[in-house]
């Protein structure tokens, strides 16, 4: 007898963000006449950058001739990228990052998914609290947490971030084996500091744990003072797998180009207590089940890279912030405590109400679609966010409808 895998049965029924889509679906074809404007989901509306799009069809062109056609490449990725990646994202930030430490992938989200995959079963895993539910559910999915109760999963650890706490959270007061962190947060917008980071890091080291680190925002840090990688932090290659995309930083959510960096003296533990190197094992996993991607899309990937290419991004990441600067100036007239939307393009609202509630009002209101903050965790509860991915007129209309309706 076939079985199912169980732990598939311990998950909400569907994701987040499938969740919020059928119900603003619901809502359009009970109102087909009302314009929605969707702030909720973080994808990018801005076309792509002309210079990935002149590399792309460039690209394509060499597909279409037999001396330059290219089947299968390296599922690690082509060097081009990868060198580019480690000049220009890390060297050139005291990150000392080799190209072949650097991992291409589909997704950000996809990397971040997976990875848990290289962990023993048993590994004890802490998330913050609210989190990008990503984390959580692929450790359910793989048997690593007991039920979901009172909202939350037993045996995983929830590292609260709060108010009260500048949405930074408290080391683990119990002992943790794997700790998901993302700066700039997503959803909460908060930024981490260096010496907040050193304190992981350091954590990491003591305790023999290591760091999850998705930094698929930092294209939006404004503040040069922040880290954007955690490997400007002192003894992070051995403590610490960093995930980055080029999603939300050039317009790829739809084109799909990601990177994981797992350093060559990364380390975890066999049962014997023995250190084992983890870029062995990733590049075991990753060769084996993902075949590398597409040549046109890796090109237009390394056209970020270019003078051009660079000029663009920044203006594009300059649009999404000054969009994200409208929504947080409004809310904060209108009343609320903001977070974020500074180095971040997410603005974490305290509505001081059932975040479901609020989600509701502003859809059936204002015609605008929220993320409720406690699909992301039971901290989020009387939280919604943001989300600064839109045009400047959509988010200005969306402003202006909001402040009339509430
Ligand atoms: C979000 O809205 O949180 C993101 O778009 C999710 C993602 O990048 O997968």
């Given amino acids: ?18 969740d919020i889509a059928r119900r603003v679906e619901k809502f359009q074809k009970d109102n087909p006449h009302r314009e929605i404007i969707k702030l909720g989901i973080g994808d990018v509306t801005l076309p792509l950058p002309l210079a990935c799009v002149k590399a792309m069809h460039q690209a394509v062109d060499e597909m279409a001739i037999s001396s330059t056609f290219r089947g299968y490449g390296p599922e690690q990725g082509y060097g081009f990228l990868r060198q580019a990646i480690s000049d220009s994202d890390f060297r050139s930030r005291g990150a000392a990052i080799d190209p072949d430490e650097i991992f291409i992938s589909d997704g950000a989200k996809c990397d971040t998914g997976n990875i848990q995959e290289i962990f023993d079963a048993n590994t004890v895993v802490a998330v913050t609290d609210p989190v990008y539910p990503v984390y959580v559910d692929t450790n359910v999915m793989a048997g ?39 700066y700039p947060n997503n959803p909460t917008g908060a930024v981490i500091t260096r010496d907040e980071l050193a304190r992981w890091v350091e954590y990491a080291m003591k305790n023999k744990a290591l760091i999850l680190y998705d930094a698929a925002y930092e294209a939006f840090i404004r503040d040069p003072e922040l ?75 390394l056209a970020v890279y270019s003078k051009e290419g660079q000029q663009q991004v920044l203006t594009n990441i300059e649009y999404y912030l000054g969009n994200a600067r409208i929504i947080r100036e409004k809310m904060e007239k209108l009343g609320f405590e903001c977070t974020g939307g500074i180095n971040s393009p997410y603005i974490w609202i305290n509505g001081n109400k059932d975040s479901w509630s609020f989600f509701d009002d502003l859809l059936n209101k204002a015609g605008v679609v929220c993320t409720p903050g406690d699909g ?10 943001i989300s600064a991915f839109n045009s400047l007129e959509n988010v200005e209309k969306a402003m202006h409808r909001i402040e009339s309706a509430l």
């Fill in 1 to 18: 007898m076939i079985r199912i895998n169980e732990n598939y049965q311990k998950l909400k029924s569907s994701y987040l963000f499938a």
């Fill in 144 to 182: 690593r947490t007991g039920n979901f109760q009172d909202g939350r999963y037993q045996g995983l650890v929830y590292l609260e971030s709060t108010r009260e706490n500048s949405f930074i959270p408290d080391l683990p007061e119990t002992p943790v084996d794997l700790i998901y962190l993302c």
């Fill in 227 to 301: 880290p954007r990688s955690i490997y400007e932090i002192d003894g992070a290659t051995q403590v610490a797998i960093e995930f980055r995309s080029f999603s939300k930083t050039a317009g790829f959510t739809g084109t799909r180009c990601a990177f994981t960096v797992v350093p060559r003296n990364c380390r975890a533990y066999d049962r014997q207590g023995r250190e084992i190197m983890l870029h062995s094992l990733w590049n075991r996993r990753h060769s084996t089940k993902f075949n590398g991607v597409s040549y046109p899309v890796q090109k237009a990937a």
């Fill in 376 to 385: 992301f965790g039971l901290c989020g509860k009387g939280y919604i966010r």
